[in-house]
């Protein structure tokens, strides 16, 4: 019996959303997050303030919610500046991807929050990856993650099992999957506090959030909740 998890949380709407549900479904909880860039800076700070809201509004998950970890990884830095990734990089970002694409990155995600779960007697590894939104990214596939749930469990002999909430729903299903989990509560803190723009604004408030409006990540993000508040309300 799994009950204890590692949510790898960016402080985005989907790892919001898969902490939500990691605290409604596991005993104890924690979240780790990765420092690799200026980029992200936005979304550090973004992570904070998401985790204290949730322990501040949801008093039914605070018990569970235990410590927050966050790894450095500049060494991303490094691997992404060759040319080689910077044109990997540029094709990816305009096929609607959030980040600068790093070939692997979440692999090197997983088996670092795999190491720090090994150490923190964490069971479950819980990751936002998504096949619906985000189907050219090879390394946020299911195959990929079974193959690497296998890798980590034999390669640190410690049985881990990886969770991935969102990996057959859109945006839109991760929105009600919000609204189940935690009411209008929930679904008001992820518009109010998560991070997603690519450009890192949160100048700009839209009725989904903050960001500019028209990078990839906040085009998908609007689409999203368009379809979602169209929806006639569950139950
Ligand atoms: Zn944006």
Not at 50 to 66: E, H, M, N, T
Not at 136 to 158: I, N, V
Request: with cysteine; net charge negative; aromatic share 8%.
């Amino acid at each position: 019996m799994h009950t204890t998890a590692l949510v790898l949380f960016s402080g985005g709407q989907d790892s919001t959303t898969c902490l939500a549900q990691a605290l409604a479904k596991y005993r104890r909880v924690e979240t780790v997050g990765f420092d690799y860039g200026q980029r992200h800076s936005v979304e550090l700070k973004a992570r904070l303030v998401v985790l204290q809201q949730v322990r501040a509004q949801f008093p039914q998950w605070a018990g569970k919610l235990g410590d927050d970890h966050v790894l450095d990884l500049a060494v991303l830095g490094q691997v992404s500046e060759t040319s080689l990734t910077r044109d990997t990089a540029f094709k990816m970002e305009s096929s609607g991807l959030p980040n600068t694409f790093v070939p692997g990155r979440n692999l090197l995600f997983l088996t670092l929050a795999a190491a720090l779960a090994y150490r923190r007697d964490l069971q479950v590894l819980v990751t936002g990856v998504c096949e619906t939104d985000f189907s050219g990214y090879p390394d946020c596939r299911d195959d990929t993650m079974k193959a690497m749930q296998l890798a980590l469990s034999l390669g640190m002999d410690k049985r881990f099992l990886i969770d991935t909430p969102l990996m057959w729903i859109d945006k839109a299903a991760t929105w009600s999957m919000a609204e189940a989990l935690g009411g209008q509560a929930l679904v008001q803190l992820i518009i109010e506090h998560t991070h997603t723009c690519y450009l890192g604004d949160r100048e700009h408030r839209q009725d989904w959030g903050y960001g500019c409006g028209s990078c990839p990540a906040c085009e998908l993000r609007a689409r999203g909740y368009a379809a979602y508040a169209a929806a006639p309300p569950a139950g």
